[in-house]
């Protein structure tokens, strides 16, 4: 099925590979308003998709220094979006909500250039955006999102669906491990957002080539999912059930063997490095269930793939 989706005219007021894992050495912060999968492919069947729309009132976009050794952050504060040493490829995962091998058509470039980007915000539409639910919220941002790159980066896309190969998250036999989160934690000794805000409805990934830990702080279920598309390289669907939001710690060892999915129906994936594996923590998915509670169970299912037309480098600020 194809819709077509020009998202290049006026702006509007609307992740990690198994590579990125393996590689990451550093730390990276991903909020929880920054991407939530089923979000965006279901805006056509949502109550708030005829709604206002919204921009961002300042932008900036500017490349970074290649050869810097800066943390990769996408943030979004309740009057901005931040991000640090980013690709376009990052941005537009986060802005659709989907994984990497879901963004077909990019050019090279959308994978190696770096930028940071701050867009703030009028007063009245942050206070618009705060009169409406957290999954209200994270749609209009997301659109948001689609309509900066659409401005400065000329991005025209459409939407494919295809069946292709996906995990379904599910509570595991000995029941759920998580712990819900208390409304009033401040988590004032985990990580912070924009403006030494609070940690909370963030993830946060640590760690080498072969041992990483994943932090949750307040975050929903479906946050988790989109956490574990991007690590396994397959969209992990939701079907758990639960509805809180919670604080969670997980540590794995990258498993490539793990994160291959099989090319079927035009979902080819590329070769991944091999690596050595710490043998004190366990492949991802076997993480998930011994220290969560949750299984993901293999199987088949309707996949959102965005086709990128049109995408251009950004102009100057």
């Known amino acids: 099925m194809h819709r077509p989706c020009d998202i290049s005219g006026k702006r509007r007021t609307r992740a990690l590979t198994a590579v990125g894992l393996v590689a990451l050495a550093s730390r990276v912060v991903f909020s929880l308003a920054s991407a939530t ?23 900036s976009i500017r490349a970074t220094n290649p050869g810097g050794n ?18 376009l490829m990052m941005v537009v995962t986060s802005a659709f909500g989907v994984q990497d091998n879901q963004v077909l058509g ?15 915000m009028s007063g009245s539409v942050t206070d618009a955006l705060q009169k409406l639910t957290p999954a209200e919220r994270t749609l209009i941002q997301q659109q948001m999102l689609q309509g900066l790159l659409a401005d400065r980066f000329k991005l025209t896309v459409q939407r494919v669906t295809q069946r292709l190969p996906v995990f379904t998250l599910l509570i595991g036999k000995g029941g759920s491990k998580l712990n819900e989160a208390k409304p009033d934690d ?31 702080h307040a975050v929903p279920i479906a946050r988790l999912a989109y956490m574990l598309t991007r690590g396994l390289e397959r969209p992990v669907l939701d079907k758990t059930g639960l509805t809180g939001n919670y604080d969670f710690k997980i540590t794995f060892s990258p ?25 004190t923590a366990p492949a991802l998915i076997t993480a998930v269930e011994e220290q969560l509670g949750l299984k993901l169970r293999s199987g088949k299912g309707p996949v959102e793939i965005i086709v990128i037309d049109r995408v251009e480098r950004p102009a100057g600020n």
């Open 106 to 120: 990019a050019p090279s470039w959308a994978s190696s250039d770096r930028y940071n980007i701050e867009a703030k």
């Open 186 to 216: 401040a988590y004032s000794n985990g990580s912070h957002g924009a403006g030494g805000s609070s940690s909370a409805g963030q993830i946060t990934i640590e760690g080498n080539p072969t041992r990483q830990t994943m932090t949750g």
């Open 255 to 279: 498993d490539q063997s793990q994160t291959q999915s099989p090319s079927t129906e035009g979902g080819a994936t590329g070769s991944t490095p091999t690596v050595a594996l710490d043998s």
């Open 37 to 59: 999968p089923g979000l965006a492919q279901s805006a056509a069947h949502s109550p708030i998709a005829i709604i206002p729309e919204y921009e961002y009132e300042v932008v």
């Open 70 to 87: 800066n943390v990769t952050r996408l943030l979004n504060a309740p009057d901005a979006f931040t991000a640090s040493n980013v690709t």
